[in-house]
């Protein structure tokens, strides 16, 4: 036994003895973390290719890390039964992320990243709307309370609102679905089998709108992107990980270092300082929805809860 194979031996006990919470938490943070990472490297790279072509390579590259997880188990984690749940689930995310790489592009990391805060929102909203859950009016007030907060980082009629703003909202609303189709998905098939079937139908489905605005590029280029899809891999299995370790009540909390993260990144590498709407309206949207993320816990309604469309 090598001393690698000892160690990695070593941290797995170990990790096996934390609680679900505990582990849960961390995988949250781990995810936040790796998300911000690749938006920022998103944002750098859309200054030389253009967002779709982007997408493209972050789905490609994404699911080739995954390869080896899946040809050690002889691609039993492809197995499942809901091969048209994934395909919607594809279908709708690479919508989403297409507007959600596009917002990157164009407006700066924090306004995005506390516009994706919405997406707790609109699933509290779908709930009602189509699942036929109970009207109750706390639900209503702190969904009214994350549009004020949107309000207040938009601020229409006072500043003009982008259309990466725009673009970043339809996201959160579109992701909002899909994290319904992941929590009905991930009863059944394991975090990698979720994470390998999204990188295969958004391949398939980013192949036409990459092909529509393909550019040139340098080997250079193509490391950014193989990183982009290293840490979008790494941050869609601690996230779909993390949602099996524990309950998404106990995970919004951390999900608010996504802010942290990429202000610090927009204010590093991009010379982007966040404005004092982007921290209060964000605060607002996101208290907003762990608000409605513990009242339906404490009601045991099973919370529609997730972190925003993070691609």
Not at 201 to 229: E, K
Not at 259 to 275: H, K, R, S, V
Not at 295 to 306: A, I, N, S, V, W
């Amino acid at each position: 036994m090598t001393r690698q194979t000892s160690s990695l031996q070593g941290f797995g006990i170990f990790w096996n003895r934390q609680t679900p919470a505990l582990r849960g938490i961390v995988l949250m943070c781990l995810s936040t973390f790796a998300f911000s990472i690749m938006h920022g490297l998103v944002r750098f790279v859309s200054e030389v290719l253009p967002p779709f072509q982007i997408a493209f390579f972050r789905n490609i590259f994404g699911l080739a890390f995954l390869l080896p997880l899946l040809m050690r188990s002889r691609f039993a984690m492809l197995r499942t039964q809901r091969i048209g749940l994934h395909a919607l689930r594809g279908v709708i995310n690479i919508i989403a992320m297409l507007m959600f790489f596009t917002a990157l592009s164009t407006s700066p990391l924090a306004k995005v990243t506390a516009l994706s805060f919405t997406a707790p929102i609109f699933m509290a909203v779908l709930a009602v709307l189509v699942l036929g859950e109970r009207f109750r009016i706390y639900r209503w007030l702190a969904i009214l309370s994350g549009f004020i907060g949107m309000l207040i980082i938009l601020r229409p009629g006072f500043v003009a609102i982008d259309t990466g703003a725009l673009l970043v909202t339809g996201s959160a609303a579109l992701w909002a679905v899909a994290m319904v189709l992941i929590k009905i998905l991930s009863r059944t098939d394991s975090s990698v089998t979720i994470v390998a079937y999204m990188g295969i139908f958004l391949g398939i489905f980013s192949i036409v709108p990459a092909l529509w605005v393909w550019q040139p590029f340098g080997w250079q280029t193509l490391g950014w992107m193989v990183l982009i899809g290293l840490f979008g891999s790494i941050a869609q299995i601690s996230l779909s990980q993390s949602l099996k370790e524990t309950d998404p009540t106990a995970l919004m909390p951390f999900d608010f270092l996504k802010l942290i993260w990429t202000a610090f990144i927009g204010a590093w590498f991009f010379a982007e300082i966040p404005d004092i709407y982007t921290w209060i309206g964000a605060a607002v949207i996101f208290l907003s929805g762990l608000f409605i993320a513990f009242r339906e816990r404490q009601t045991k309604q099973g919370p529609l809860t997730d972190t925003g469309p993070s691609a």
